[in-house]
Structure formats: C-alpha cells, structure tokens
C-alpha cells in the first residue's frame, strides 16, 4: 500500500476538474478571500489558559500563552511531547474535551472575533470553515466507516451548501489538489484502503475544503514514515501558498519547524518560553531548553558519531506548578534565581526575539 | 484515544506499584463495583453460616401456624415465621437461606467446571495453533450451536437415576451440564490471550533459553493473561446462577424436598394471587445475587483491563 | 465474500451431524422408552410397539433411518400422540413460536438500543440513570419471574391484557415484553459502553473539527460505529430468545412448539425430541451466519475470505 504513496508528492497534479458552476463560483471566491482581512492579524491569543480537572488535581497544560498568527504566515509551535501544544491547538478551536478540561482565561481573537464570547452554534460555523484542523494520526482520525468521499463533501456541503453533485465534484478537485490520483475512482473507498500517507492527505483536503483562513495541524507527520512525511509537509507548505492559508504548525521537531515557519514559539510546560524567526532561533536560541531541543537534532555533519543527545529528565509535573522557571531542575545553568522566581517574557537581543530566561537576559550570567 | 494519551502526557504516571494492586485501587473507586463486592461476601457468608443461623430446618413444617391461619400459608411478618411459611408450614426464611446455600454453590462449581475445561482446550488451541487449533475451535462452533437448556435437560434426565444423578440432592448433575455447556467463552478467550502473548519478546527469551511449551504457558502466559479470564468467570456465574434458576423453576435439578430459589417460585405461583411473598422474596433473593455478581463483575472488566470496557 | 458465506452455510451441516448424534446416543441413554406409563403396558404390547416402529434395531440402524428420512423432509412418528407426525407438530406450532421470538427480537433491539445511546449522550446525568435502572431490572428478573409480574400486575389486577392464549394483538404484548426484557437489558448496557467508547475515537473529533452539528457528529459518526460491536450479541441474543420461548410459551399458553421442549424429554418422544434439537440448532447457527453477514454489511472493513 505504501507504494501508493512513491512520487505523488512532488509533481502535484494541477488538472482542476471543474465540472459545474457551483464549484466554479466557489473556486472564485477562493482566490479573493485572501485579500479582505478585517483585523491586524489573523489570530491573536492572549492570555490563554486551559486547565483539565481530574481526580489528581487540576493540571495546567496551557498557562497564559499569547501568540500572534500572521494572515498567510505559518507559525511554529514547538516543545516535547506534553508541553501543552496541541492543548493549545484544541483550545483555539474549542475543540479542548469537557469535561476534564476547559479553557480558563485568556482572549482568542480570530480575524477579528473573539471565539471564546462565541455561542457554541456560531462557533461550529467557523470551526471546519474558517479554521481546518489536521491532527496526528491519520490511521484513527477518519472515521472507519464512512467513503472517504462522504467524508471530505460532509464539510463542503456543511458550510457552503453545496448540492451533492457540486460537493462531489469539489472532493474530486480537493483529493486532485492533494496529490491522490484516479480521485472520482476513489471517493467510494473506506479509510482502511488507504495508506497513512494518502489519508494524511485526505485529512489535508477536509482541512482545506471549506478554504479556511487558517489551518492547525497537530504533528501532520509524526505518525508517518519518514520519506512521506517530507511529501505531506511540502504539500502542506505548497497548498498553503496557494490559497494563502495561515498555518500553526505544531511539532516535536524543529527540523520540520525549520523548513516550513517564518516564526517559531517553543513551548515548555504550558508557557511559552521563546518567541523568534526561524533564523534567530537557529543563531542564537536564547533559553537553555532550546538549546536543547536545537542540540538534539540529528546533523548530517556531526562527525562525533555518538549517540543523539538529549535533554535529561522530565517535564514537570503540571499540577500546581511552584513559581520558579520551570526548566530550572533540568537547567545546567540555572542558579538560585531561576528556582526562586519565575522569568517573564522579555526582549532578548533583536526586536521580536522574546524568551523566559534569567541567564540570558540582559545582565544575564550567559551572553 | 488522543484525549487520553493527552491526559496521559499531562499527569505523569504514578509510581508503578504492580498490576493487581493497580486493579484494585481502580476497583474500590468504583462505587456499583465495590456494593457488588460487599453483596457478593455477604451472600457467600450466608450461604456458609445461613443454615445454621435458621431458624428452623428447611424441612420442618409448622402445621399448627397453617391450620391457625385457616389453613393458608403463614404471611410475613409472623413472630415466628419472620418471611412467612409456605402452604405445608415450612418456615421460608429458613428454606430461602438453603436456597443461598444452593445459589452460591452453582456459581462456585459451574465456573471451575468450566476453568477445568475451557482454559486447558484453549491453551492447547493457541499454544499449538494450526491443525489442532482449527479442530478444538470447530469443536467448540459444535458447542456454540446446541441448544444449552435442551442439552442441560437431556443430561439431568438422561442420568437422573445414577449415582452421579443424585450426588448432592441432584445439584451436581445440574452444576456439570451447565458448566459444559458454558466453558466455551473462556476456552475462546484463553485462546486469544495465548495467541497474542506468545508472540511477544518475553515467550521468545523464554523459548531461546529452553523452557518447555508446557512450563511457558503455565507459568508466563496464564499469568499474563489471567485478567479477561476472571472477568470472564465472574460474569459467568450470574448466568449460571440464572440457568439453574430457570432449571429449577421447570422442575429439573434440585430435588424435593430441598428447594432452590427458582423451585421456590415454581411452587409459590400457584398461590401467587393470595400468597405473593412466596414469589417475591424469592425473587428478591435471585435479583439481589444476578444484580452483585453483574456489577462486581462490570467494575473487574473496568479495572483489570481497561481496553476492554464494555465489552464481554 | 460469497463463497465465505456459502462455507459458512454448509458447515452447519456437519454441526448438525455432531449435535444430532450426540443427542440421540444421549436419549437413548435414557433408561425406559416411549411407552412407559404411570400403568405398566403389558410386554407384548411393548414388544409389537417397538416392532412397529423399529425400536428393536440396532441405534446406528434407528439413527440411519431417522437420518434418512430427514433428508427427505420427514421427522418421523411422534410416540406421544400416536395420531400426528413430527411434521404435523412442528408445522402446527412454529409459526407461533418464530413469530414470538421475532417480535421479542424486535422489541428488544428496538428498545435496548436507543436506550443505550440516550444513556450515553446524557451520561452521568436522569436518561444515564433512568436507563441504567431499566437495565438492572432486567438483568435482575428471569424471564419467568418477569412473566408472573406481567400476568398479576396487568392480566389480574389492572385487566388490561389477558393473561393467556395466542389469539390477536392484544395477547401477544406480555409474553412479547416478558421474553424480551433481558436482552433488552443487555443490549441497552453494551450499546451505551460501546457508544461511551466511540465519543473519545479521534474520528469524532475530526468530525467536530468540521464544524458539524452535534446531531450531525451522532448520528453519521457515532452510532454506526458504536453499533459494530453490538452486532455481534445480536447472535447470542436471538439464540437466547429461540431456546428460552418455552418456558414464556408454557407460561402463557402459547401454542408455539416450545412446550415440546420439556415434554418429549420427559416422555421420551425421540422423534420430536430429535426435531427440536435439529431445529434449534440449525436456527442458532444460521442466525449467527446472519449476524455474521450483517456484521460484513454494517462494517466496510470485514471482508471475508
């Protein structure tokens, strides 16, 4: 099945199938949308919170973070499994599962709107149009017993009230766009006959079929092997400019943060503790935690050949969490301070590069 | 699944203290498991000292009480006959604790009948799997079609008037039919268990080291697997107390003049309309054991594999 | 997919083979024959009666000739009503008894499902309860006991349906609800855990990613998949309400062929005796072979081979 997958990914197919006029105004409106945007930025998080109450205690897995996504720019969210990042994707699109959790505090203003003050009913209007989501795994996230077409036209005929054929003929065009070949032979297919890699893309066409002005994706390709993974994200990247879709890339991996984000925040333990561009980061990242992470890529030209370096020890438990910063107990540089006080947000070095550090603020013990 | 492999990342996992004491706690968080539990001792500790603390023996009848209530059966509520007598006086409180006694048995004795059968066919099944496998599990398709109550009827008659027939006022007969026609989901669950464990790394450094077939899965698979099969039993003996039951009510099994609960109520029905503590408190009796043993077993399915929630 | 199925179908013939086998040597296990009576017949009445209808010959020659005429369609003489075959009885009552456990079939999945999925949507809230609290009765009530409710409660004391008979609408609701209130028990709590189950599949939070409505995301996404692993009690279930409609049957006086189920054992009635187990047995396998059909239908990734 796999074999489905070889060579897809590259040359993506461009024949636009556009079989009726309802598709067709559709894909007009498509290449406007971009151009009206009703506020500064796309989205605007302030201050968020999201809190799960469970028998242990409640557990803080996202605690006051703001962040900005750029109309059309694609966002890096960057942190170890368990930082609360995805915690922070579902909670953006009200998608956080309550009970145990529930978003706390904190502001989300999209395009102008602020969807925490939304009813649930004009939040599901946006959910799905506005904002696509990709999630991790694209072997569970479909539903195992619905076509693959249903469930891409299920969106469409949702939100923009197209007629069955016209929805139909919109999937066909969505699976063209993903790089799914034969597409009008396979709507009638289950989940099941399809490879990781093509349901990942089946997952990019819901995600895109409405043309959201933004989509999450929730670690695209960590479930996927590595050689389709490089294809999932370049269709990603290459929709995106496409339809000038803004993306909150979620990820493990700052390779792939890398390669596909203009800007990137590194989450730690609910907080984000560094804001920068790509660029800065990789020059000089200013938290000891992204060293880390930045040490523990594999490079093609570490000539040492010992094992993958990683960060000892574990994230902290996020019930209760002391104030103090905290990476402090797995810091090889941290100092009284850092166990007494916890560090904002600031301005470290250029304009635009925030991080969570005693040390490496100005005054700091490391420059 | 994801919200729970989230939560999962969000609480770090507790000290593992083992397996069972793990189960356990889970267990005594669930409230409907934990009432089962306590109903389930209670009526082991009925069916064990329930005899002696009757007020009479299930046999005596009371006739003078009869005769003084114009020949009809005692009501409850009597000072003598706490639950009330039945037409021929025999005091029914005392005849319900025999009937516990005969209840706790057939869940007891059914269910090692069906260990005693169905864990060793389906060891053999998945330990040797192919040809043999194929003929137990064709074998037990055969089972899966017969009819159980007719199969159960036919062995009570067949054999009623042989020793083994009259073994226990006719109860172990009963408790035997049912159990062999029981055995047939555990021997299926055993199977599954063993197929998918002896893949696994710790049944292959057993095999590399030269531990025999036999040892491998009576010390390590059984061990592994045991949690589905106690879930297992301890649903099964709900079921098996209500076969026995409906066996009784049909007149099969247990032989006059001991009663079980459901020969209780097969007597009680011709007076239902006047003398309805005859049925009712029989089949509080019944509902009381069926209801413990469901839940006790529903919050074990919870607690020793949660993967396997809601499914039998 | 076909040819499994037509597999499956022709393996219940050796199934039954092995059930009938195992169930004529068992009967003729039985000490005393079909003619004992509370008035012993005299020994050459006995004598001409087993001539008569080859009670004489050899078992394996008896069950030959009771195979054979099976093929052709023939159960053979009843013992007990020396007027009327097998063919007469069974053909008499089974109209009554499979129209009993069809509608108790029905009633039962037609309640005990939605049962379960209103539980599970207002899960820990009055429909989780009120559900569960119809569950507990009728996992805590067997049949027979639920029966004798029915007939004191609605049949003497509120007059509402009679208490007996098979004769129109009205008499068939109690023995209806009686033999179907366990397995709508059962089927009510596993479709509620199963239900449980599926709200926290990743699919579901797809589907609420899409911005559907939340009726939408129940009823495409949810209650389909729960509904898989209901199918399969649905087996175990109408093998329940086949072989449990006897003692429903005798209870009301129903003229279904249950009540033979007990009588020709005790009456050693081999012929009917043999008819029963053949019939049960081929209704238990064949209706699991539907469930198993059913199972292939409703999940698209059960493919057969």
Known sequence: MPAEDAGTGAEMPTIIE????????????????????????????????????????????????????????????????????????????????????????????????????????EMRKIRGKEIGFIFQDPLTSLNPTLTIGYQIAESVRQHLGLSPRAANDRVVELLGKVGIPKARDRLGDYPFQFSGGMRQRVMIAIALSCDPKLILADEPTTALDVTIQAQILELIQTLADEFHTAVLMITHDLGIAAGMCDRVNVMYAGRIVETATVDELFEGPKMPYAWGLLDSLPRIDDIRGDRLRTIEGMPPLLIAPPDACRFAPRCNYAREVCRTDEPELTMHGAAGHLARCWATEPGGWIS | MATEALRGNLVRPRQSSGLWSDAFGRLRKNKLAMVGLVMVILLFLVAIFGPMLAP????????????????????????????????????????????????????????????????????????????????????????????????????????????????????????????????????????????????????????????????????????????????????????????????????????????????????????????????????????????????????????????????? | ?????????????????????????????????????????????????????????????????????????????????????????????????????????LLAVLVGIPLGIIAALGHNKWPDYLSTGISIVGIAMPSFVLAMLLVVLFGVTLRWFPTGGWKGPETWVMPTVALAGFPIAVIARYTRASMLEVTRKDYIRTAQSKGLPGGAVVSRHMIRNALIPVVTILGPTLAFLVTGSFIIESIFGIPGIGRYYVTSISQKDYGVLMAMTILYAFAVAFLNLVVDVLYAYIDPRIRYT
């Open chain 2, 56 to 312: 009479y023996p299930y046999t005596e009848q009371d006739l003078e009480a009869v005769l003084a209530n114009g020949g009809r059966p005692v009501p409850p509520g009597d000072p003598h006959h706490l639950l009330g007598t039945d037409q021929i006086g025999r005091d029914l409180l005392s005849r319900l604790l025999d009937g516990a006694r005969i209840s706790m048995t057939v869940a007891v004795v059914v269910q090692i009948v069906v260990l005693l059968i169905g864990v060793p066919i389906g060891a053999i099944a998945g330990w040797f799997g192919g040809r043999t496998d194929n003929l137990l599990m064709r074998f037990t398709d055969v089972m899966y079609a017969f009819p159980d109550l007719l199969f159960i009827i036919l062995l009570s008659v067949a054999f009623r008037e042989t020793f083994f027939g009259k073994a226990l006022d006719g109860l172990l007969l009963v408790f035997v039919a049912i159990g062999l026609t029981s055995w047939v989901t555990v021997a299926r669950l055993v199977r599954g268990q063993i197929l998918s464990l002896k893949e696994t790394e710790f049944v292959e450094a057993a095999r590399a080291i030269g531990v025999s077939d036999a040892k491998i899965v009576t010390r390590h698979l059984l061990p592994n697997g045991i949690g589905p099969i106690i879930v297992a039993v301890t649903l099964g003996i709900p079921a098996a107390i209500l076969a026995e039951a409906t066996l009784a009510y049909i007149g099969i099994g247990v032989q006059a003049p001991r009663a079980s609960w459901g020969s209780l109520i097969a007597d009680g029905q011709k007076v239902v309309r006047g003398d309805p503590h005859l049925v009712i408190f029989p089949a509080i009796c019944i509902a009381t054991a069926l209801i413990s043993f469901t839940f006790l077993g529903d919050g074990l399915r919870d607690a020793l594999d949660p993967k396997l929630k809601g499914k039998q």
């Open chain 1, 18 to 121: 556009v079989s009726s006029d309802e598709a067709r105004r559709v894909g007009a409106e498509r290449s406007l949308g971009a151009v009206e945007h009703k506020a500064d930025k796309l989205l605007e998080v302030r201050g968020l919170s999201t809190h799960f109450f469970t028998p242990d205690g409640v557990v803080q897995a996202v605690d006051d973070v703001s962040f900005d996504v750029d109309y059309g720019e694609t966002l890096g969210l960057v942190g170890e499994s368990g930082c609360g990042k995805s915690v922070t994707a579902l909670s953006v699109a009200r998608l956080v599962p309550n009970p145990p959790g529930r978003i706390v505090a904190g502001e989300i203003m999209f395009d102008g709107i602020n969807l925490l003050k939304l009813s649930d009913e």
């Open chain 3, 1 to 105: 997919m076909a040819r499994y199925f037509i597999g499956r179908f022709l393996w219940i013939i050796p199934v039954l083979f092995v059930v009938s086998t195992l169930t004529f040597l068992l009967m003729h296990a039985v000490p005393g024959g079909p003619w004992a009576r509370e008035k012993a017949l005299p020994a050459p009445t006995v004598e001409r009666l087993n001539q008569k209808y080859g009670l004489d010959d050899p078992i394996y020659v008896q069950y030959l000739r009771w195979a054979g005429d099976l093929v052709q369609g023939n159960l053979g003489p009843s013992y007990k009503y020396q007027d009327r075959t097998v063919n007469d009885i069974v053909g008499d009552g089974i109209g009554t008894t499979v129209q009993l456990g069809v509608m108790a079939f």
